[in-house]
């Protein structure tokens, strides 16, 4: 007797987990990512306050790269052009990954490190406020 496998696959998310954990999960980042970059500009004075604010605004300066196609996109649309600065300035992969570096080798400069923990902080407040990385259309993806 010879049996047949379902063809039909089931899809998998990716996403574990409810909207509303995911984003109670990272505003628990954000309040710890900031936190850190307070800690560290007070420790460190104004160079780690300066790059901490700079590298909180700097991920959404990407549309700048695009500014002459803004008026010709879609309400919520980035330009394309702009989604591949926009999407590598939002993954949260690559600010940890300079920060576990930073920890792990032996650099010495705490301004970098609050501008890291700024950054962190930028990207888990979008997480919160349902901003994520863009299609390549320029379009929140779903």
């Given amino acids: ?6 063809t039909t696959t089931a899809t998998v ?13 990272w505003l628990a980042f954000a309040l710890f990512w900031s936190a850190f970059a307070v800690v560290e500009c007070v420790r ?7 790059l901490a604010l700079a590298f909180l605004v700097l991920p959404d300066l990407t549309f700048l790269v695009a500014l002459d196609e803004a008026p010709r996109m879609a309400k919520g649309q980035l330009p394309p052009r702009a989604v591949p600065y926009y999407n590598a300035l939002h993954r949260a992969l690559v600010p940890f990954t300079l920060a576990v570096a930073y920890a792990a080798f032996p650099l010495d400069w705490p301004p970098a490190f609050a501008a890291l923990c700024g950054w962190l902080a930028h990207i888990s407040y979008d ?16």
């Fill in 127 to 142: 997480r919160v406020l349902g901003y994520g990385l863009r299609t390549k259309e320029g379009y929140q993806r779903g």
């Fill in 13 to 25: 998310t990716r996403r574990l987990g409810s909207p509303a954990l995911r984003r109670g999960a």
């Fill in 44 to 50: 460190h004075g104004w160079p780690a306050t300066l």
């Fill in 1 to 6: 007797m010879t049996t047949t496998a379902d």
